[in-house]
């Protein structure tokens, strides 16, 4: 299998995050293709790392990435304020 390793997503991991643990259910094959990301980020990085410790970090760069969850996030104006108390309703 040859597959281009200069084009992960998730590049290099910090080195210390503050963490909350939660449980969550994958089915089978996505626990299989994270493993798999997490054999080639190791390979790719130098550094050994498990899946478990990626999903956090791929989380955080998916919602980063998401331009409707941004723009959902985003602070509303004082005038997009003011337009929805001038608006009738």
Do not use: C
């Not at 941004?70 to 929805?84: C, G, S, V, Y």
């Amino acid at each position: 299998m040859s597959i281009s390793t200069n084009k992960l997503r998730l590049g290099p991991l910090p080195t210390k995050t503050e963490t909350v643990k939660i449980t969550i259910a994958l089915t089978t094959a996505l626990k299989t293709d994270l493993e798999r990301y997490a054999a080639l980020h190791a390979q790719t990085y130098g550094e050994p790392i498990d899946a478990t410790t990626l999903i956090p970090h791929m989380l955080d760069a998916f919602m980063a990435r998401d331009r409707g969850f941004k723009r959902a996030a985003l602070p509303r104006t004082a005038a997009t304020q003011r337009n929805e108390k001038a608006a009738p309703g």
